[in-house]
């Protein structure tokens, strides 16, 4: 049986698991429909010219796990970003790990999609918000809607701001032989308010992992959203990823994307710009090697007046791995005064890397300022002769220079602990060593 | 310490050097002047081993060894340092990560083990009080948005830190006030040993005042036309080069 069908009925067992009374259950309903009828994209859509999910259709992923499996704390401790100064979300094989996270609903809620999904007092939010912004044509966001019922759920009031950042972690274990997963998140952020989220997806052996995830994150007037996503996973593990982001006036929401693992990571990094004066920044570092491939679909679309938004990704390929990037923006007639740019600089290491790069404008109102500017190249030879002339060697100078431009994108990190995590991650997949400062 | 044997040597079949001889003893200050265009920084690049530049005929010699198939970084292990005209920014590296990298690394070519932290970190304090730097400034990203005076000083410092038998400064003077000038200068003063020697590559005679060189050349189309002492620097400070291009045809 191909995964299609595969999961086309397992809805029905599926089904014996939730409250299908419930009005979400409509929407899963009318979701599994959408799938059925539009399956896995193909190469032959545009927006999946260069990525095939043809292979990992072949595989024979279970849709649910069967049992929980144990993991200790040394396990996963590296993975976990802080031990105390953080909230977790820790799922192991799709399902929740109570001993791993800490969740509050300390003026906030940071807990459970499927709390969210079944408690009436999440009710009046999930009518309001869920699969409201995510597609409901995609097929595979349709088919993450039609599975959901886990995942995390974040709400932040009016005014408030956790005291720490959090963490969500999905764990596989290889518990089966290959795995599905498919967790479902909503992140509302009310007016004013603020909140730091970190996502990983790491799997533990390496049996296949397949991660389709679905997050909506919505904030509201003058809220502020950072998101980082941490894509560092094994060589078995490939991830598709749909973000959907709905801002509203003078909020700034910051996606930051560090893929550096992974068998096939796409990403699909939606902006809905929902009111005026916006800020929208996406950013990205990239470092494969392998066969590895990674995807960035981003698209913002500007639909109010007065809006920013600011996209820097870097890529640096080498062995046999791919990219792409293909950066979508577009501008309704209405919104003038739209500062959009775009920036995707790439280097190939190896003569057998290759990177897809497109921009895709399409812009209808006449006062607005959008740049954007591609680059694959090589590293630049008066940089290297510098380096040189100190004294170290070709491959650490151009290793060096590597690393300063991937780094360059660390700035905008707001977690220290975070950003000197990714810096070290930088260094150790470039062979820098780093030392200290003063 | 360097002998340049009749260099000739060029980019992409234009020849810049056209037959230079040059002598450098451990001790000596050399100053190289000249007009825009003679070949001055081809010069230094050349013997600091710049891969796009191509030795068509001739040598340059470092304490009896042919440099020319040995790659730059092989040239700094050996003691030769080149400060840059331009030297380039490197973000997200810090003055103090780099130049650790390039001691290591220099270590590291000579079978040593790398220099422990707490002996690096005095290191560079001691030569960073030498040249009047402050701490924030090398926690700065290397040449990053430095003022012109501050990436002239960073590769003094540099200097300073990696100690070369033969330091090549290649416009040093350009960009800098009177007092950026003056620290430099000084910088490079209390470097100078009897064991190491210094060329330095200038435009204009303002620099020599503060670095006194014992020997001074001229260079005119790729070839030394006059050396003399350092009067001869104050000699085209007052008539310019056009005695010199005028001259050099006889």
Known sequence: MDLKDKLVSSFMAFENNVDVEHPVHDIRSEAIKNFEEKGFPTKKEEAWKYTSLKGLQKIDFSIFPKEVNALGYKDVKKFFLHEIESYKIVFIDGIYSSFFSETTHDGVDICLMSAALTKPMYKQVIDVYFNKIASKDESLTTLNTAFSREGAYIYIPKNKMPKKPIEILHFSTGNEASLMLQPRSLVVVEENAEVQIIERYQSLTTNEVLTNSVTEIFAAENAIVDYYKVQNDVKTASLIDNTYINQKSKSVVKVHTFSFGGKLTRNNLNFYQNGEHIDSTMKGVTILGYKQHVDHHTLVHHIEPNCESHQDYKGIYGENSTGVFN????????????????????????????????P????????????????????????????QSRG???KEARALLMYAFANNVLESVRIPVLKSRINRLIAEKLGVRLGFDL | MLKINNLHAGIDDNEILNGINLEVNAGEVHAIMGPNGSGKSTLAAVIAGKEEYEITEGSVVLDGEDLEDQAPEERAHKGIFLSFQYPVEIPGVSVTNFIRTAINETRKAKGLEDMPANQMLKLIREKAELLDIDRKFLSRSLNEGFSGGE????????????????????????????????????GVNKLKSKDNAVIVITHYQRLLDYIVPDFVHVLHEGKIVKSGDKELAHELEDKGYDWIKNGATV
Do not use: W
């Open chain 1, 327 to 358: 950066g979508k923006i577009i501008v309704d007639k209405i919104a003038q005064k739209t500062n959009a740019f775009q920036q995707n600089n790439n280097i190939l290491v190896s003569d057998k890397a290759t990177i897809n790069t497109k």
């Open chain 1, 360 to 387: 895709q404008l399409e812009i209808f109102a006449d006062d607005v300022k959008c740049s954007h500017g591609c680059t694959i190249g090589q590293l630049d030879e008066d940089a290297l002769f510098y380096l």
């Open chain 1, 392 to 394: 170290i060697p070709k």
């Open chain 2, 151 to 186: 990436k002239k000083r960073n590769e003094i410092f540099q200097l300073a830190m990696l100690e070369p038998k033969l330091a090549i400064l290649d416009e040093t003077d350009s960009g800098l006030d009177i007092d950026a000038l003056r620290i430099v200068a000084n």
